[in-house]
């Protein structure tokens, strides 16, 4: 976490800056880039969303006895949002 704040100092130009909880991905994100040479919006052409949606669904159906069933009528905040129902598939 220190090093996280010193990186904001550095970036903001402001010797005084804290740190708050809603900066820690924000500067996180940048530490990443400018320390690790790692940029993890590259990784999301491996992972495509939809992907991995489905294949967490899979897991959870099979640990844990769940069942997913899409709700298209369900009007959302996003064109790329889906509503599921979430099921336990032995107490259905």
Same mark, same amino acid.
């Given at each position: 976490m220190q090093r996280l704040l010193e990186f904001k100092r550095n970036q903001t130009k402001d010797k005084e800056a804290k740190l708050y909880n809603w900066d820690l991905s924000y500067y996180?994100?940048?530490?990443?880039?400018d320390n690790d040479a790692?940029?993890?919006e590259l990784f999301?052409? @491996?992972?495509?969303s939809e992907n991995v949606?489905?294949?967490t669904m899979?897991?959870?159906q099979q640990l844990l006895g769940l069942e997913f069933e899409k709700l298209p009528s369900?009007?959302?905040w996003h064109k790329d949002?889906?509503? @599921?129902?979430v099921k336990d598939s032995k107490t259905k």
């Open positions: 996180s994100n940048l530490y990443k880039k790692l940029d993890e999301r052409e @491996y992972f495509p949606k489905f294949a899979e897991i959870y369900v009007a959302t949002v889906s509503a @599921y129902q």
